[in-house]
């Protein structure tokens, strides 16, 4: 009960600061440009393929439209998650809110579960907004629902360890810039990590982001994948977890 | 009710509290005293549980604070120096909030009714990010009240707060040691711990330098205070000489503290009238005795 009376908590007061509505509106912004020039060259394309059925079957939504829209998701979350997560602990330690938490009756365990939800549940929203542009097509196509499912799975994942990792940042100092920073520049090393890998049994693709999220986009789901993203996750709740008992021990 | 037995505190190379002993009755109101850095906001934070020690035991109605620190802390309301409070969040929201994370009964009737105990009703739909200092203060003593602690820790529960409003909060603190809340309380107003508190723990440099009533401390030995237009080395020699006076030490105003065994104000003038004596006073009570125990580091 305290993990979700906290989580409840934190989730309102993203929506109570203006950079929870900036955040929202620059991902609603931002996505909605992507997918209005995404279908226009969607559009073109096929109109190039009118009289090659072979080509036409080729060029399907899920491929051409869908898939690249949520690859470019990533991108855009990559950049906003860092400002979602600053504040979770850099905050509470500026305004001198913790000792609130420290002092009342829940576990270390309960404040970074029940923060993480809340942040967590702060991506739901955004990835939520976002699904009426899938469910417009449904006035021309019908869009595999594998696919879909697997795109927002995948986002889900993503965010759900790249925000377990701004918030150790945010555990380490009381500046939310400084945990930004920090959290954008780990999370960007993560993403292009892979780039210089000769083979996918290359270490680095191994660490890096998007060797995991590729085939989940395309809507197939590999245990290896999902264990890679939780795993990311538990690690830095772990490790904020005991971030905070070493401080309040030392 | 509350038992700290050889509790210490060791930040680096820094000892903030050090083997600290003391017990403290149900229903007491136990004032901590001391200058800045002495130690006494270490020592709250950690019977609070929101700070570890480095050594020795404390425990809360028999609880070892370290060992079982969720049952503990459902004993303990604390406000810390400064009032945690979420500042985007109204009044009652954020009275709701803790009441739910204290394990507070029925938290919706409970913050009704210390609204209305606090004085907050005026307020209580408003963004706390938007109240006076004074309003603030109280939301944060609402906050370490909600869910009935038996032990009640303030850290400076008057500060910025204008007269009329320590007096209330005075009286709160009173109305809750009547119904056997135990209750410890830093300041450094020292009238007020003069007026509520039965007993006082003066701390200086992370150790205690007594813990008595407040007539006893006041009765300890005697002190007189004077003025003088030009006080020198020599001075405090001579005054240092006289025999039964324990200690010599410049007060803030300007004045010299002389602590004495015995009656030694004839002694104390005749040493001082070279220096251009100018006031000669007598015991100033329990402000006296806090200079001389921390050095008059006050």
């Known amino acids: 009960m305290n993990v979700l009376h906290i989580a409840w908590r934190e989730l309102r007061a993203i929506f109570h600061t203006s950079v929870g509505w900036l955040v929202l509106a620059g991902w609603l912004f931002v996505t909605g440009v992507f997918w209005v020039f995404m279908v226009q060259s969607y559009v073109l394309q096929s109109q190039d393929v009118v009289f090659n059925p072979y080509a036409a079957a080729q060029l399907t939504v899920e491929d051409y439209l869908i898939e690249p829209f949520f690859g470019n ?171 905070l008992e070493s401080h309040r021990w030392s | ?74 004993m303990v309301g604390y ?11 109204t009044v009652r929201d954020f009275l709701r909030f803790c009441a739910r994370v204290k394990g507070a009964e029925a938290p919706r009737e409970q913050v009704e009714r210390l609204i209305g105990r606090v004085g907050l009703e005026p307020v209580a739909h408003r963004l706390i990010d938007h109240l006076s200092k004074g309003y603030r203060q109280r939301v944060g003593i609402a906050q370490a009240l909600v869910h009935q602690p038996q032990v009640l820790i303030l850290d400076e529960p008057a ?55 407040l007539e006893a401390l006041s009765a300890e030995g005697t002190s007189i205070r004077i003025r003088v237009a030009r006080p020198d080395e020599k001075l405090f020699a001579a005054l240092v000489a006289i025999e039964g006076v324990t200690a010599v030490s410049p007060s803030d105003d300007g004045r010299v503290v002389i602590a004495a065994s015995t009656d030694v104000r004839e002694a104390v003038a005749h040493a001082a009238v070279g220096h251009g004596l100018l006031e000669l006073g007598g015991n100033r009570g329990l402000e006296d005795v806090y200079l001389q125990l921390t050095g008059g580091a006050a």
């Open chain 1, 73 to 243: 998701c990533t991108i855009v979350l990559l950049m906003l998650l860092p400002g979602v997560s600053m504040r979770l602990f850099a905050e509470e330690y500026r305004q001198h809110t913790f000792e609130l938490l420290l002092s009342s009756p829940v576990s270390t365990a309960e404040i970074v579960l029940g923060k993480y939800l809340g942040a967590l549940g702060y991506v739901v929203v955004l990835l939520l907004a976002t699904v009426h542009y899938p469910l417009a097509l449904l006035q021309w196509t019908t869009p595999e629902a594998g696919v879909l499912a697997g795109g927002y799975l995948g986002l889900l994942l993503m965010s759900s360890a790249l925000l377990a990792m701004g918030m150790l940042f945010s555990s380490l100092t009381s500046n939310q810039i400084v945990a930004m920073v920090l959290a954008f520049a780990a999370s960007l090393t993560l993403f292009v990590l892979d780039w210089g890998a000769a083979t996918p049994d290359d270490w680095s693709a191994k660490v890096a982001l998007m060797p995991h999220l590729t085939d989940m986009l395309q809507g197939a789901l590999k245990v290896s994948d999902i264990t890679y993203f939780v795993c990311f996750a538990l690690f830095f709740l772990f490790a904020t977890h005991q971030r």
């Open chain 2, 1 to 74: 009710m509350i038992q700290v037995e050889n509790l210490t505190k060791v930040y680096g190379a820094t000892t903030a509290i050090d083997a600290l002993d003391f017990t403290i009755e149900k229903g007491e109101i136990v004032g901590f005293l001391g200058p800045n850095g002495a130690g006494k906001s270490t020592t709250m934070r950690i019977l609070a549980g929101a700070l570890g020690a480095t050594s020795g035991r404390a425990l809360v109605g028999g609880v070892d604070v370290f060992r079982e620190p969720k049952k503990v802390k459902r």
């Open chain 2, 79 to 89: 406000l810390p120096e400064r009032p945690p409070l979420y500042v985007d969040m």
């Open chain 2, 159 to 213: 500060s910025g707060l204008d007269p009329a409003q320590r007096v209330e909060i005075r009286q709160l603190v009173q109305e809750l040691a009547q119904g056997e809340v135990t209750v410890i309380l830093s300041t450094h107003v020292l009238p007020e711990v003069e007026a509520i508190c039965g007993r006082v723990i003066v701390i200086d440099r992370g150790s205690i330098v007594a813990s008595d009533s």
